[in-house]
């Protein structure tokens, strides 16, 4: 029950549910992230840690960049499911498909190097 109930509060948070749906899409880094939602790094790097905590997203390293995206073979059975079904929820939301279309612009030429 432990996975389950890491899986529903990480996805209780509305920042972490938009984090899941432009990881959806592409890899990102932190400061792509940062940059579409308008949030500190801080904040997008904690989100990003309970996010995996949960087998929600995994992440590789290039260089001194961190790439995050879906852990769509994730350990934790609950995590794999709710990533399947999350992939065509809230497509019809205003603000899901704005955040979609800022994170499509963004790329990690126009953020800081790391």
């Not at 029950?1 to 984090?19: E, N, Q, Y």
């Not at 990533?83 to 603000?95: C, T």
């Amino acid at each position: 029950m432990k996975g389950f109930i890491r899986v529903m509060k990480a996805l209780s948070d509305p920042s972490r549910v938009k984090i899941i749906k432009m990881l959806s899409r592409k890899e990102m880094c932190v400061c792509e992230i940062t940059a579409v939602l308008k949030l500190a790094q801080p904040t997008i790097s904690k989100h990003l840690k309970i996010l995996e905590d949960a087998g929600l997203v995994d992440f590789s390293k290039d260089g001194s960049w961190v790439n995050y995206r879906l852990d769509l073979q994730s350990a934790n059975q609950y995590a794999e499911v709710m990533l399947e079904h999350m992939q065509n929820w809230l497509e019809d939301d205003k603000e899901i498909r704005e955040i979609l279309a800022r994170a499509k612009e963004v790329n990690r030429a126009s953020c800081n190097a790391p």
